[in-house]
């Protein structure tokens, strides 16, 4: 479907037409110039990495401040916006212009640098309070205000106090603070990557994932609940929103479960739940995986390898939990579906997959991800002129840029906020410190330490983006964790997975409020629902501890066992929390489901040859074979003594 340029116009109810045109036109060539900047930074390189990063936050921070400031109806404060945008732009060409100079004196601030500074932080400020809230801004001040009245804090959490000249140093002249990782990850990956996403879209291979889920499983009973789940978690992998899923794929699939008989309620969460799905499954996760790569200092394909079996498992106890609600209602098929859709999209549409194919297989062997995604991009745009369809033109490329920098806004300034608060952190000592005081509170208890982690990250998940939350616990509590004898790359994944499941999680869940608002159901009972059905989120991590092999991590032995017992517990879980499998299970069926999955996880390692472990393991397989057993032969019992009467 063709862009048009009306379609490439910001929204504003307040701004003149004039105003607003040329508020847009400046947005999409900001857009376009830091599509540039990124894609010739990833393919290249060259550009050194506080140059890039300065530049790339400047360009976004300044588009940014025209993308906010047409949403305030006074004049005056539109301009004050207006004149922050021209103010965001100065820092990034500065530190160009000075950065000779800057390396000879050892990045050790004068006069005009704490000016700028000063401009570079208010800019940060500004923007993290209109694209992600008070969190991050409380956040930032309480690190400001340690680090600055530190002498004034008796005992081991004090210390000298730093100045207006140590800030302009750490945070804005090195690598340490808002140009450190985070943003790195944001300038070397997360936007590629949405990019990338982006123009998929636009070509249409959004709509051959819901076509071919369709086609997979569209005429089993439920299908197009089946089939929600399948796409959504399909669509998650490029964009790796759980909002953005809902309001991509949601528009079509809530309604076409509506139509077979789901009520709006479980339409609703099983839109949520899927969509949340695209957070935890490979190659985008959100950013995490990029900023997971960086932190631990390992390979991005090692994280994606990582993430795949536990995103698998989710999508096995989704789809497991749609069928059997699909049962229990006794819901239709979805007629227009099938093996011909399937087929048919094959045939027709199958050439729009080549720029997956060729992402993952150049990372396969050993491109580095940024690589890997640009030849992906460009395998997307020599494809798509292959069919009228599919064909985009040079506006469709503009907005899909511009849709990659308003997507990647929040993003952005989160990162910004995570590298000053990390910055000072790592300044004062306090990160180190707060590792000790995690484990002091859990009493030196791996397992107290992962509950106040699982609590923390909850917390901290409903009221920052993934990756803010991710990165300050990274930092924050990740060390703790490892300290206790937990495996590096287990502590960043749990960590990971309770940052994100606030997005079905009442009091926030934005994934399943965007799908209330789609199906026209009452938001947090949509919320709730969606949290019965995508429950592996809050269990699974918990195996990372145990079970590492979920990972991948450990010998081949431990790794088939581990999953293997993940998979029987998923099950097993599954049904016990649907409460039906060919009739209604009564509540004693549906807890010895939940026991037999908890003996068939039960909380040692994979391998482990005790005798206590061995049987509680043997016990929980066979009553979840009998069971199995029991909910297949009783039907036909039932049904040999109603032909016998």
Known sequence: MKTSLQSLQLESTFAGKKERLSVSILFSVIAVGIAG????????????????RSLFFSLVAGAAMLFYALRYKSAASRSAFYLLALIALVPGPYLWHYYIDIIMRGAMSIGQDKWVFLALIAVVFVFVRMAVGWALITLMTAAFLYAYFGDLIPGKYGHSGYDLSRFASTLMLSTEGVYGVPMGVAVEYIFLFSLFGAILTKIGTGEVFVNLARGLTGRVQGGPGLSAAL????????????????????????????????????????????SS????????MGAAAFLMAEMIGIPYAEV??????????YILALMIAVRLEAGRLNLAR???????????????????????????????????????????????????????????????????????????????????AAGV??????????????????????????????????????????????SAAYLLLAVLVAPAMTQLGMETLSAHMFIFYFGLVSAITPPVALAAYAAATISGAEPNETAVESMRLGFVKLLVPFLFVTMP??????????????ITFATLATMSMSIGFSGWLRENLSWM???????????????????????????????GCLLFIGLLAKACIKPKINALETAKA
Not at 39 to 44: K, M, S, V
Not at 279 to 284: K, L, N, R, Y
Not at 604 to 612: C, E, G, P, V
């Open 589 to 619: 069926t549906r807890l010895l489901y939940i026991v037999a999955a908890v003996l068939i996880a039960w909380p040692a390692a994979a391998i482990d040859t005790s005798t206590m472990i061995i049987a509680a393991r043997a016990l």
């Open 231 to 274: 796409s959504s978690a399909l669509l998650g992998s490029l964009n790796g929103s759980a909002v953005a899923n809902v309001v991509t794929t949601g528009t079509f699939t809530i309604p076409l479960m509506k139509r077979v008989g789901y009520s709006a309620k479980l339409a609703g969460a099983i839109e949520a739940a899927a």
């Open 334 to 416: 979805d007629t227009e579906a099938g093996l011909q859709l399937l087929l048919e999209t094959l045939r027709t549409k199958s050439y729009l997959l080549l720029p997956l194919v060729v992402l993952i297989s150049l990372m396969i062997s050993g491109k580095s991800p940024t690589q890997a995604a640009v030849m992906g991009i460009l395998a997307g745009l020599l494809v798509c002129p292959w069919k009228k369809a599919t064909r985009i033109n040079f506006v469709d490329l503009i907005d899909a840029c511009k849709e990659t920098l308003s997507n990647t806004l929040p993003i952005v300034a989160a990162v910004a």
């Open 549 to 562: 092999g979920v990972l991948l991590i450990g010998s081949t032995e431990s790794i088939v066992a581990a």
């Open 37 to 52: 900047l990124v894609l010739y930074g990833a393919y290249y390189g060259g550009i050194t990495a506080l140059l890039l």
């Open 277 to 284: 799905a695209g957070q935890i499954m490979p190659p985008v």
């Open 304 to 313: 994606a390898l990582a993430a795949l079996v536990p995103a698998l498992l």
């Open 421 to 466: 608060v990390i910055g000072i952190l790592n300044l004062t000592g306090m990160g180190l410190m707060l590792s000790g005081l995690i484990i002091e509170l859990g009493d030196g208890n791996l397992w107290a330490v992962l509950l106040l982690t699982a609590l923390a990250s909850f917390v901290l998940g409903m009221g920052l983006p993934t």
